[in-house]
């Protein structure tokens, strides 16, 4: 297990003021408290009832555990890449939908660092071996696009390479498209005080600290460089064959809920029950291209 992360006091300009945020002190700033559910322009100023949250989350299990039954006797491949800031919800949001689907047919992606060998590869052939093969459902928490975002703002590869893996992504996706993969691309957006609010969450829970790394730590001051990258990651590569979709995730529950509904509303798979699934909530969930309008 990584050895805690020791952390920074940051002073942080939040609307006009001057603020102090230190993630070792282990009482959350009452500031921080107050602003992030609202943070990054979230619609609901709650979070969801948990016991309503649970009973619509089985409902939607129970509908996965048919799609899965459906790839067996079709041979359907299905794949979805998690991508978000550091604490968006991308794991929570994978394991709620893998939960109750076979294991051998279902599985989560989560690749570390490239090796020597790997960093000598073409950039998307690590990421290939690990495609679904027939009745395969795949997530991967964090994909290809690390060189949308981590790697061109932490200085992880060039500008050359930045600007070429933004040239070709689309051109390789819809490879995918065409060989039949039903594909999923999900951007979990949070404001900024929330995902302070989840990194101090994560540096005093004992069983969370493994969580938070020293990237995280490092990213404190590149949160405009980071957005800037996103918009421009949602700008070139949402496209027909392979659309971005946007969840507004400072609340879990409902993110989790309605990243789920739109898969399975995405798929003809066999005794679908529609009123099980539920509307989408379009307050949570957007296209990549009507969230940057």
């Not at 590869?121 to 928490?141: C, I, K, M, N």
């Not at 020293?214 to 070139?236: G, H, N």
Request: one cysteine or more.
């Amino acid at each position: 297990m990584d050895k805690p992360v020791q952390g920074r006091a940051k002073t942080l300009m939040v609307n006009g003021q001057a603020r102090v945020f230190d993630i070792d002190d282990p009482v959350l700033p009452g500031w921080i408290d107050e602003m992030s559910m609202a943070s990054g322009g979230y619609p609901y100023d709650k979070k969801m009832d948990r016991a309503a949250f649970e009973k619509e989350l089985q409902d939607l299990q129970v509908e996965l555990v048919k799609v899965q039954l459906w790839q067996q006797k079709t041979g359907v491949r299905v794949m979805a890449l998690f991508e978000g800031r550091d604490a968006a919800g991308k794991g929570g949001s994978i394991h709620d939908t893998l939960s109750y689907m076979n294991p051998r047919s279902a599985r989560v992606v989560a690749l570390t660092k490239p090796t020597e060998t790997e960093r000598g590869q073409w950039y998307f052939q690590r990421y290939v071996s690990h495609f679904p093969t027939a009745g395969e459902f795949v997530l991967f928490d964090r994909s290809w696009y690390n060189r949308a975002g981590v790697e061109p703002v932490m200085g992880f590869c060039t500008p050359e390479q930045y600007e070429a893996f933004l040239k070709q992504v689309p051109r390789f996706e819809k490879l995918l498209a065409q060989d039949g993969i039903r594909f999923f691309k999900f951007w979990l957006d949070i404001g900024r005080e929330m995902q302070l609010k989840r990194f101090h969450d994560r540096r005093h829970d004992p069983l969370k600290i493994w969580k938070l790394s020293p990237m995280d730590i490092a990213a404190f001051d590149k949160w405009e460089d980071y957005t800037e990258k996103r918009d421009r990651m949602l700008k070139e590569t949402h496209s027909e064959h392979a659309p971005w979709t946007v969840v507004r995730a400072n609340d879990k529950r409902r993110a989790r809920l309605n990243l789920i509904r739109h898969i399975l509303h995405s798929l003809p798979y066999e005794d679908k029950n529609e009123a099980r699934i539920g509307k989408v909530d379009k307050k949570i969930l957007c296209s990549g291209s009507d969230f940057l309008k």
